[in-house]
């Protein structure tokens, strides 16, 4: 069953156009309803400037969600506007991810921008996707914040390691991965056991995924002395791939939320949209 709903982050962030741009793209494949976004956040400003300012801290900042409001309504207008699709635009206020995951719940799939530690667009310092995926319940496309992405879904890799979250993401994914002329299921350094792979690793999910009509094609490889996320980027790298789904692994609910090494480098490092699920 195709996505029906996509939600769609929209910012002030440089590469927001790009991630509108993939999203309209999948919602055209899905002949899904695309939602645009956009979450009024105020600017950090600091305890002595505020008492030193006073009221006009308030104006200041109201005029900040007013120009922000008004930039992100033109770019999503100048992008779908001529799409013939269903779109809607949205505005709420309040914290990113709170309002992400409120509106997102009602939607088959989020989409998000990687977080830039270098500037945010927002004047936010949240990295949203690392939190968002825990919150929602629901599968999150994060989209680089550099690189221009012609297509999308054409050529994917599966990170699986039968796990739990893997297992959610294949099962998150399936719309995509149906429309793929290729998807690679990659296992690295497969372990066997109850709770672990079968005797071909990968070939139990590449099966499943062949009778939901996907062209999945099980790899698997063995490289103890190299980073799991390197080696998922290099792979993809060398098979062209324009899609990654994987899970997201957690060992912490808390604020502070420790995410597995794969998860954590492929958020940092990704070079092609990453869906993510837990």
Same mark, same amino acid.
């Given at each position: 069953?195709?996505?029906?709903?996509?939600?769609? $982050?929209? =910012?002030?962030?440089?590469?927001?156009?790009?991630?509108?741009?993939?999203?309209? +793209?999948?919602?055209?494949?899905?002949?899904?309803?695309?939602?645009?976004?956009?979450? &009024?956040?105020?600017?950090?400003?600091?305890?002595?400037?505020?008492?030193?300012?006073?009221? %006009?801290?308030?104006?200041?900042?109201?005029?900040?969600? %007013?120009?922000?409001?008004?930039?992100?309504?033109?770019?999503?207008?100048?992008?779908?506007?001529? +799409?013939?699709?269903?779109?809607?635009?949205?505005?709420?206020? @309040? =914290?990113?991810?709170? %309002?992400?995951?409120?509106?997102?719940?009602?939607? =088959?799939?989020?989409?998000?921008?990687?977080? =830039? @530690?270098?500037?945010?667009?927002? #004047?936010?310092?949240?990295?949203? /996707?690392?939190?968002?995926?825990?919150?929602?319940?629901?599968?999150?496309?994060?989209?680089?914040?550099?690189?221009?992405?012609?297509?999308?879904?054409?050529?994917?890799?599966?990170?699986?390691? /039968?796990?739990?979250?893997?297992?959610? *993401?294949?099962?998150?994914?399936?719309?995509?991965?149906?429309?793929?002329?290729?998807?690679?299921?990659? &296992?690295?350094?497969?372990?066997?056991?109850?709770?672990? $792979?079968?005797?071909?690793?990968?070939?139990?999910?590449?099966?499943?995924? *062949?009778? $939901?009509?996907?062209?999945?094609?099980?790899?698997?490889?063995?490289?103890?002395?190299?980073?799991? #996320?390197?080696?998922?980027?290099?792979?993809? *790298?060398?098979?062209?791939?324009?899609?990654?789904?994987?899970?997201?692994?957690?060992?912490?609910?808390?604020?502070?939320?420790?995410?597995?090494?794969?998860?954590?480098?492929?958020?940092? $490092?990704?070079?092609?949209?990453?869906?993510?699920?837990?």
């Amino acid at each position: 069953m195709p996505y029906k709903d996509i939600l769609v $982050h929209v =910012d002030g962030s440089a590469n927001c156009a790009t991630r509108i741009d993939l999203a309209l +793209s999948l919602a055209k494949t899905q002949n899904a309803h695309l939602i645009g976004l956009y979450v &009024a956040t105020n600017p950090d400003v600091p305890e002595f400037v505020q008492s030193l300012m006073g009221q %006009q801290v308030q104006e200041v900042q109201a005029r900040y969600q %007013q120009e922000g409001l008004a930039a992100a309504a033109k770019l999503w207008g100048e992008r779908t506007g001529n +799409s013939g699709l269903p779109v809607e635009w949205r505005f709420a206020e @309040g =914290d990113p991810v709170e %309002q992400l995951s409120l509106h997102g719940r009602y939607a =088959d799939l989020v989409v998000v921008g990687q977080h =830039d @530690g270098s500037i945010n667009g927002d #004047g936010s310092q949240i990295d949203i /996707a690392d939190e968002l995926v825990f919150e929602l319940g629901r599968p999150v496309m994060v989209v680089p914040y550099t690189g221009h992405f012609k297509v999308l879904g054409q050529r994917i890799m599966v990170a699986w390691n /039968a796990s739990r979250e893997s297992t959610r *993401a294949v099962g998150d994914s399936i719309p995509i991965l149906r429309d793929a002329k290729h998807v690679f299921v990659l &296992a690295i350094n497969p372990r066997g056991g109850n709770n672990g $792979h079968g005797a071909v690793p990968g070939a139990d999910i590449a099966q499943h995924l *062949a009778r $939901h009509g996907v062209k999945a094609e099980a790899q698997h490889v063995f490289a103890e002395d190299v980073d799991v #996320g390197n080696m998922l980027l290099s792979r993809a *790298a060398d098979e062209n791939i324009d899609l990654i789904v994987m899970g997201c692994y957690g060992r912490s609910r808390l604020r502070e939320i420790v995410l597995g090494g794969a998860t954590r480098h492929m958020l940092k $490092h990704m070079t092609v949209p990453v869906i993510l699920s837990h």
